[in-house]
C-alpha cells in the first residue's frame, strides 16, 4: 500500500512537471464531482436555434447539432466517463490479484492450468467480445464495463503473479518462513501488501488505456448510448458534423486524449515515488 | 531450449480448443433466432422451420457443438447465413486486405519506435528525451477514431492532399491475386495505381499504428537503458567507440529481443483493433467484416472471425517464443 506519510516526504522528489500531473488528475475528478453543479447550462436542453454555434463567450466549446452546450455536456458526461474505467478496472483488478496470487503459491498444475487460461483470455479479441456482448445485453455503457472488464484480468493475474513470485523469493519472506511465520500470515501480510505496490502503478496507467477503449465501443454504438453524454459518445454524435462544426468532434476528443494522459503520466510519476532507484537511474 | 519450444507448441492446442469452446457458447448468447434469419423476412413458419433442419438448428447444443467441431477439423468453417458462402472463402476475401493494413502500420510502428527509443534512452533526463516522450505518449492517447476522423478531416476533406475512404478509386480494376489492393496492382505492374492504393492505406496505417508507437518506444526505451547502464557498453566506450556505434551495435540488439515479444503481441493487437480503423475508412477487412458479422447474428462468421483473430495471436506468440532463444544464445543455454 502507498504509504501516506511517505507520498508527503516524497512529493519534493517530483519535478514540477509530475506534480502538474498529479494536480491535473485530482483537478479532472473533482470536475467530475462537481461538474452538474458547475455546468452553465443545461446538457440535454434542446435548442435548434442555437444548433452547432462556434465557441463564444456565451459558449466556450460551442453547441452541437441540437443546440447543447458542448461545455455542459462535457462536465455532465466526465462522471460516467471516468467511473466506468473505475469499474472495469476495480473488478480486473481484485480478480487478477485473487487468481495471479493462487498461480504464484501454487506452482505445478494450478499455475500451468490458470497460466493457460490466461493465455486464452489474452488471445481474445476484446473489441469483437464486446461487441457481441453489447449485442447480446443491449448496448449500453453497462455492457461495455462487463465486456471489458472479462477481458482485462488476464493482464493483471500475470502481472500479480510475478509480482508474488519476485516477492517469494526475496530474504525476508525466507526467514520469516524461518522464524515460523503462519502461512496465511505472510501471503497476507509480507506478500501481498509487497507485490501490490507495483500494481497501484499499472492501475494508474490502465485507467488512461480502458478510457481510451471504453469511448471506442461508444464510438461504434455498442458503448454509452444517445444522448448520453460520454465522451466517446459526443464524438461519434458530432462526426457527420465534422465540416461545419469541428468543435463538436474535437473538444470531446481532447478531453479524452488530456485525461488519458494525465493518468499515464500520474502513474510513470508513482513509479518514481515508488522506486527511488529510477529516480537516480534518470538524473 | 528443445523441451522448452516442445512446451510450448503443446500447450498451443488446448489454448486454441478453448477459444473456440468459449466463442461458440458466447454466440448462443446473442438474441435472435439464426433460422429465421436465414430464412428471409418474409420465410413462412414452415419455411423457417426447414431452415432449422437444415442448418441443424433443431439438435441440442452440445451436439450442434459437436457438429460444429467436427466440421471445423475438416476446415469447414460453416456458411454464413448472410452472404450464402462458406465463411473461409468470406473470410480469404477480406484478411488480405488487413493484412497489408497492419503489416503498413508495422512497418510506421517501427520506423518512428526505433529512433526515438535510441534518442530518448542516449539523452535521458534531457530536455530532447521529454520532449519526444510527452510527443509519443500523446499519440498514446489520443483515442484511435477520434485521430482517425480528425486525420480524414484534415487531410482528406480540408487539404484534399489523400483519399478519405476506401481501398482503391471507383472504376479502377485492380485484378485479384492476393486481396490486398497494394500488393495486386504491384503484381500486375501498374506503378500509377499502386501509388494510389497506397495513399488509400496510408490513413488507416497511420491511425492504427499510433497507439502502439507509445507502447513500443517506452518499453525499447526502458531496456535500452538497461543495455546502456551494463559494464560491456562502458567497456566499449572505453575502447572508443562512438555513441552512435554503441547504440546501434551494442544497445539495439540486445535490447531489441525483449521487446520482439511485444512486437510479436502488437501485431496480434493490431489485428483485432481493425474494426474501429476499418469502420472508419470503409475498408474490406477482418474487422469490418466480425461487426457487420455480430451485427447480423451470423454466428459462424463471428466464431471464425474470433477464432482467426485468436489463433493469429497465440500463433504470433508463439512464433516469437520460439524465435528468441534461437536469436538470443543466452536464453537458449539458460533454459537447458
Given amino acids: 500500500m502507498l504509504d501516506k506519510s511517505k507520498i508527503s516526504s516524497q512529493w519534493g522528489r517530483l519535478s514540477w512537471f509530475e506534480k502538474g500531473c498529479f494536480v491535473g488528475v485530482i483537478s479532472v475528478i473533482v470536475l467530475a464531482v462537481v461538474g452538474p453543479w458547475i455546468a452553465p447550462h443545461d446538457p440535454y436542453f434542446v435548442d435548434l436555434d442555437k444548433s452547432l454555434l462556434p465557441p463564444s463567450s456565451e459558449h466556450w466549446f460551442g453547441t452541437d447539432v441540437d443546440g447543447r452546450d458542448i461545455l455542459s455536456r462535457l462536465l455532465f458526461g466526465a462522471r460516467s466517463t471516468l467511473l466506468a474505467p473505475l469499474g472495469v478496472i476495480v473488478f480486473a483488478a481484485s480478480v487478477g490479484t485473487v487468481i495471479g496470487t493462487i498461480a504464484a503459491l501454487n506452482p505445478g498444475v494450478v499455475d500451468e492450468l490458470i497460466m493457460r487460461l490466461c493465455d486464452v483470455g489474452l488471445a481474445f479479441p476484446a473489441l469483437v467480445l464486446s461487441i457481441g456482448l453489447a449485442s447480446a445485453l443491449g448496448p449500453s455503457l453497462r455492457s461495455a464495463i462487463i465486456a471489458l472488464a472479462l477481458t482485462w484480468w488476464p493482464g493483471y493475474a500475470r502481472l500479480v503473479r510475478s509480482l508474488v513470485l519476485e516477492v517469494t523469493h526475496k530474504e525476508f519472506i525466507e526467514s520469516a518462513k524461518v522464524l515460523g511465520v503462519p502461512r496465511r500470515k505472510i501471503v497476507f501480510r509480507h506478500i501481498l501488501p509487497n507485490a501490490l505496490n507495483a500494481m497501484y502503478v499499472q492501475t494508474t496507467i490502465d485507467v488512461s488505456a480502458v478510457i481510451l477503449v471504453i469511448s471506442g465501443l461508444s464510438f461504434i454504438g455498442a458503448g454509452a448510448q444517445p444522448p448520453s453524454s460520454e465522451w466517446g459518445a459526443m464524438v461519434t454524435s458530432g462526426r457527420d458534423y465534422m465540416l461545419t462544426g469541428w468543435w463538436t468532434v474535437v473538444v470531446p476528443g481532447i478531453a479524452i486524449s488530456l485525461t488519458a494522459m494525465l493518468f499515464n503520466l500520474s502513474g510513470d510519476a508513482l513509479r518514481v515515488l515508488n522506486d527511488p532507484t529510477l529516480k537516480q537511474s534518470r538524473g | ?336
Avoid at chain 2, 448468447?29 to 429465421?36: K, N, S, T
Avoid at chain 2, 546501434?248 to 480503423?277: C, E, K
Fill in chain 2, 1 to 336: 531450449m528443445i523441451r522448452l519450444a516442445f512446451r510450448r507448441l503443446l500447450m498451443t492446442p488446448p489454448v486454441i480448443f478453448s477459444i473456440v469452446t468459449l466463442v461458440f457458447f458466447m454466440t448462443q448468447l446473442i438474441p435472435g433466432d439464426q433460422a429465421r434469419i436465414a430464412a428471409g423476412r418474409d420465410a413462412t413458419i414452415e419455411q423457417v422451420e426447414a431452415m432449422r433442419i437444415k442448418l441443424g438448428l433443431d439438435s441440442p447444443l452440445y451436439i450442434q457443438f459437436g457438429q460444429y467441431l467436427d466440421r471445423l477439423l475438416h476446415g469447414d468453417l460453416g456458411t454464413s447465413v448472410f452472404t450464402y458462402r462458406p465463411v473461409l472463402t468470406d473470410l480469404a476475401d477480406v484478411l488480405p486486405s488487413s493484412i497489408e493494413l497492419v503489416c503498413l502500420a508495422m512497418i510506421i510502428n517501427l520506423a518512428i519506435s526505433l529512433p526515438a527509443a535510441m534518442l530518448t534512452a542516449a539523452y535521458r533526463g534531457r530536455r530532447i528525451d521529454r520532449t519526444v516522450r510527452i510527443f509519443v505518449l500523446f499519440g498514446g492517447t489520443v483515442p484511435v477514431f477520434w485521430l482517425g476522423l480528425t486525420l480524414q478531416n484534415l487531410f482528406g476533406a480540408r487539404l484534399q492532399m489523400l483519399p478519405i475512404a476506401g481501398q482503391h478509386k471507383s472504376g479502377e480494376i485492380v485484378p485479384r491475386r492476393t486481396g490486398a489492393t497494394t500488393v495486386d496492382s504491384l503484381l500486375s505492374g501498374d506503378f500509377s495505381i499502386f501509388l494510389d492504393s497506397l495513399t488509400y492505406v496510408i490513413l488507416p496505417a497511420l491511425t492504427l499504428s499510433c497507439a502502439f508507437i507509445a507502447v513500443l518506444t517506452r518499453t525499447l526505451r526502458s531496456s535500452m537503458i538497461g543495455v546502456l547502464d551494463s559494464d560491456f557498453v562502458m567497456v566499449a566506450r572505453a575502447k572508443g567507440a562512438s555513441n552512435l556505434r554503441v547504440l546501434v551495435r551494442h544497445a539495439l540488439p540486445n535490447a531489441a529481443i525483449p521487446t520482439l515479444t511485444i512486437v510479436g503481441m502488437q501485431v496480434g493487437w493490431m489485428l483485432g483493433s481493425t474494426i474501429l480503423v476499418e469502420s472508419i475508412f470503409g475498408r474490406q477487412g477482418i474487422g469490418s467484416y466480425a461487426m457487420t458479422a455480430v451485427l447480423q447474428k451470423d454466428i459462424f462468421a463471428v466464431i471464425a472471425a474470433v477464432l482467426i483473430l485468436g489463433i493469429a495471436f497465440t500463433l504470433l506468440n508463439l512464433i516469437v517464443d520460439l524465435l528468441v532463444p534461437i536469436i538470443d544464445p543466452r536464453l537458449r543455454r539458460s533454459h537447458g
